[in-house]
């Protein structure tokens, strides 16, 4: 499940409450642009084995410039410097304290801890930036926290630490479209579940297959307010766990038929030589419908970062499901819930984490090896 998520860094602000009625005066919008080349690059197709990578599952900026890397398929923690250089490694495939199973998310704690969400082992791990560990901890079983299962997906944390896990049901029903239902739940750093925070509709399935166009659950948080989106329409919404996921923030999105999508997904099928996906696609009729928001992430800014939908990138065959696709459109919502800026990300680049002035993605080389990249969140005013 390590392709499942990708972790949501906490940011203890208070901002977008005039969307909930604070009163909070929007500010005035800022002129946002990612750097077309990166400031710092780790990985590639040669190297030493410190500074290679199986497969990166997520990656983090500490404040001091450090940057902390999940290698999902060596199951370790790397940490490099400010300048690249590789300072050491934790962890490793194993059930002890310390040992992961699957490295499925990583994130900063308002200490500069380091979390790792271990969706296997059901544990929340917690490492010193120098490589200690502080703390290996199970979550508590489904019927204590209220979930219809084990949560196995890490969304996000709240500025106190705590964090949002999700267990998943398979729609029910053996015709027909089904949706999946995710449940989240917030639990401490211990596994103590804390209460639910709200349910998402899932993936929608064909017989147990998710369809390619299926809409993908994503959540960002802000402080202690979660936002969401769970469908097609270009909304981002507030979720609650008494209303729901209620619709407030309109994103602006390309106008694209669902046939020039499916035409685009057959394109980068068959760039790829995905022959089993052809296959299906064959037996498959076009969609009526496809999904506007490709992802959503929460930056250190307090801002909302809203990816517009590419169905060559963003289409659930062709990469993780929570983890958006590489470059394209993004929407920038401000404190006072209004589109401020549209910021083009670099070609090749998958956001991970984004800072007030860094972006930490990850993208691949000529021979698709992947490396960890760091661009320049440039956010000058005219």
């Known amino acids: 499940m390590s392709n499942w998520w990708v972790g949501g860094a906490a940011v203890a602000c208070g901002l977008l409450s005039f969307l909930w009625g604070a009163g909070l005066e929007a500010q005035a919008p800022g002129r946002i642009r990612v750097s077309d080349e990166p ?49 050491h490694s934790v962890g490793g495939r194993g059930e002890g304290p310390g040992e992961f199973s699957a490295i499925s998310a990583i994130w900063l704690l308002s200490d500069q801890r380091i979390g790792v969400w271990d969706a296997e082992n059901l544990r929340i791990t917690t490492f010193l930036p120098d490589g200690e560990l502080v703390s290996a901890e199970r979550v508590e079983t489904e019927r204590q926290a209220g979930m219809s299962r084990n949560p196995g997906v890490f969304l996000g944390s709240f500025g106190d630490d705590d964090v949002i896990l999700a267990s998943v049901r398979g729609g029910r029903g053996r015709q027909g ?10 639990f401490g750093l211990d596994g103590t579940p804390r209460g639910l925070v709200g349910q998402l509709r899932g993936f ?47 994103v602006p ?27 299906l696609m064959d037996r498959l009729p076009p969609p009526d419908e496809i999904p506007q928001i490709g992802g959503l992430l929460a930056d250190g800014a307090g801002q909302l970062w809203v990816k517009v939908y590419d169905p060559s990138v963003d289409a659930l ?32 680049v998958i956001p991970l984490h984004i800072t007030e002035d860094r972006l930490v993605g990850v993208a691949r080389d000529a021979l698709d090896v992947e490396r960890l990249v760091i661009h320049l969140v440039d956010r000058g005013t005219d």
């Not at 479209?177 to 917030?186: E, Y």
């Not at 106008?255 to 296959?279: C, H, K, N, V, Y």
């Not at 459109?329 to 589109?339: A, K, L, N």
């Open 253 to 279: 999105s390309v106008d694209l038929s669902p046939d020039e999508a499916w035409s685009f997904l057959g394109t980068e099928l068959r760039r790829r030589d995905e022959g089993l996906f052809l296959q």
């Open 177 to 186: 479209v089904v949706a999946d239902q995710w449940i989240l739940g917030r």
């Open 39 to 87: 400031l710092m690059e780790v990985g590639g197709a040669e190297g030493q084995d410190a500074y290679l990578f199986s497969a990166i599952t997520d990656a983090v900026l500490l404040d001091d410039g450090r940057v902390a890397v999940a290698d999902g398929e060596l199951t370790e923690l790397r940490m490099y410097g400010p300048d690249g250089r590789f300072l």
């Open 317 to 348: 065959w062709l990469g993780g499901p929570l983890r958006p696709g590489a470059g394209g459109t993004w929407r920038i919502v401000g404190p006072g819930g209004e589109v401020t800026d549209t910021v083009q990300m670099p070609d090749g």
């Open 204 to 250: 929608r399935r064909l017989v147990g297959s998710p369809l390619p166009f299926t809409p993908i659950p994503r959540v960002a948080v802000l402080g202690d307010s979660v936002f969401a989106v769970d469908g097609y329409e270009p909304h981002v919404g507030r979720l609650d766990p008494d209303r729901g996921l209620h619709p407030t923030v309109s």
